[in-house]
């Protein structure tokens, strides 16, 4: 790709977020080029959300720069994926949610059997929406306020009565959350949870969106759905009753620092590894704990997918320029990991020297 191209696409990419990407620079590569990795095989796992597959690549360069063998991604939900993982059937996760999958990520074994440090991707938001013309119209600004039927009966579509929820994937995560709160809000009188095929059920909400209809939906940041109806233009985000999440985060209070309470906390995605492969892999380890990616450049190339730029080849293109925007940075991250298994070696080294001379002794 020449350097001209790759600043088109980055342009398109931060225009179709409203973000400002910095500028494409080529600076040289890091001056140390050591294969810590090499011979070792990575096996990455990623969920059935397409839109993951950016920052899985993202960090499948970073370890096929360092020499390892990186295989094609696997498709997993986030439970078995864990259990893949902390059972070395797999070797990382680029999008770990935490807090949201605490209960998953302790299934499978917590930090005896996963390793996971630093952020990956910060601030992501989850929540409920409706269209801001039905939100305004009818003063609707929380989510308990669909127990009264005249309310719920306005995001009905099925002519049942009942509001109708784009909801959330079964295995995510977020849907025990919606189910849990249903209960909590005493909702299921006049809510219907819709589940399925996400990608699906959200293009049908956005299409009544579109013919003017009223629109309730569970949706998250980073993800090209905001880019189409946008918070705080199209549509605005109701609070909850009060807090209410079920698991070992029964008692977490969800309320965000400007006051909101959306039901979710903010969670931060991480990158989730094997905890042995991490030990044995110093190199690995650092790379998951320093690499970072805003949560803008994700919405941003997941709203080149949803308008059409989602082949395999369109990904590996979008990941490729945002390496090359991002080269002097991307580098750093090589040569801290290229330092830390250096370190390792020398740590040893002198650790082997020791007991010998102990030994000699």
């Known amino acids: ?81 864990y259990v893949a993982i902390a059972n070395g059937d797999g070797t990382f996760m680029a999008d770990s949610w935490d807090p949201l999958h605490a209960d ?25 929406l409706i269209d801001k013309k039905t939100a305004e119209e009818h003063d609707i600004t929380n989510l308990g306020q669909l127990k009264d039927p005249e309310i719920a009966k306005l995001f009905d579509t099925d002519g049942d009565g009942k509001a109708d929820l784009t909801g959330c994937t079964p295995g995510w995560g977020c849907e025990k959350v919606i189910e849990h709160q249903l209960d909590a809000f005493e909702l299921r009188d006049t809510v219907t949870h819709n589940q399925g095929s996400y990608s699906a059920i959200i293009a049908d909400t956005i299409a009544r969106f579109k013919e003017g209809e009223p629109v309730l939906y569970y949706t998250w940041t980073p993800y090209w759905v905001s880019g189409v109806m946008v918070p705080g233009k199209d549509v605005t985000w109701l609070n909850v009753p009060f807090s209410s999440l079920p698991g070992e985060r029964s008692d977490v209070d969800t309320s965000l620092p400007d006051g909101s309470n959306y039901g979710f906390e903010a969670n931060d995605q991480k990158i989730a590894a094997n905890k042995q492969f991490a030990e044995d892999h110093p190199d690995a380890a650092k790379l998951f704990e320093i690499m970072q990616v805003s949560a ?66």
């Open 296 to 361: 803008n450049d994700i919405s941003a190339e997941n709203l080149l997918m949803q308008q059409g730029q989602d082949s395999d080849e369109d990904i590996e293109r979008h990941a490729d320029a945002w390496i090359k925007a991002h080269q002097e940075l991307w580098n750093g991250w090589l040569d801290e990991a290229r330092a830390a298994a250096q370190d390792s070696a020398d740590a040893g080294s002198t650790g082997e020297v020791e007991e010998g001379n102990a030994s000699a002794g």
């Open 104 to 128: 998953f990520f302790s299934a499978a074994g917590g930090t005896d059997k996963l390793y996971r440090e630093g952020v990956y991707s910060p601030g992501a938001l989850q929540g409920y």
């Open 1 to 81: 790709m020449t350097t001209a191209t790759t600043r088109k696409t980055l342009l398109s990419l931060a225009a179709a977020a409203g973000v400002s990407l910095s500028a494409v620079a080529m600076p040289a590569f890091a001056q140390d080029q050591s294969m810590p990795g090499e011979g070792v095989t990575v096996i990455p796992l990623k969920s059935s959300i397409a839109e993951e597959t950016f920052q899985t690549l993202l960090v499948s360069k970073a370890l096929e720069e360092l020499g390892y063998d990186v295989e094609d991604i696997k498709e997993l939900e986030y439970p078995a994926a």
